[in-house]
């Protein structure tokens, strides 16, 4: 999801709700300790460049129980991040401490913001000598009567 996504969708809820995909929510008081951009610049191992630039906003699960977090108050700390940042229209990613601090992507299921698991992959399949996953066949089995025997005149 975009950050224009998360702003057009502020602008039309009451509250602001993360939970993950597996249907915990994340406490009502969490609080947005970070609005960002993260550059990541590095070499796949296939030996290609890459730099990927995304939005990061980091989660808190505080003792704070009192604290609610507005739509308004998510848009103004955006504001001030692409005014002082030059934060760009960028895909999201969200770090929120469970076992560890984790990366998710960031979906909207219409009441409520999603955390999305991410994958790991190969970017560069072709270079690094992991084979493709073979196709699958099926093979059929010819039924014994159609069998090689010997003096049957196929061998």
């Known amino acids: 999801m ?8 502020l602008n039309t809820v009451d509250s602001v709700n993360f939970k993950l995909e597996d249907g915990t929510m994340v406490p009502a008081h969490f609080h947005v300790t970070e609005v960002g951009a993260v550059t990541k610049h590095f070499i796949d191992c296939g030996g290609v460049v890459r730099k990927d630039n995304i939005a990061n906003f980091q989660l808190w699960d505080a003792n704070d129980f009192e604290h609610r977090l507005k739509p308004s108050k998510l848009l103004n700390i955006i504001s001030l991040s692409e005014k002082v940042l030059g934060l760009e229209d960028l895909e999201i990613e969200v770090e929120y401490q469970t076992n560890t601090i984790g990366k998710y992507g960031l979906a909207f299921n219409g009441k409520d913001f999603v955390l999305t698991n ?3 992959a190969c970017l560069a399949n072709d270079a690094c000598g992991i084979p493709l996953e073979k196709q699958k066949i099926k093979l059929v089995q010819l039924p014994i009567a159609n069998a090689c025997a010997p003096g049957g005149g196929c061998c």
Do not use: A, P
């Open 2 to 9: 975009k950050l224009s996504e998360v702003k057009n969708i």
């Open 118 to 120: 991410l994958q790991t």
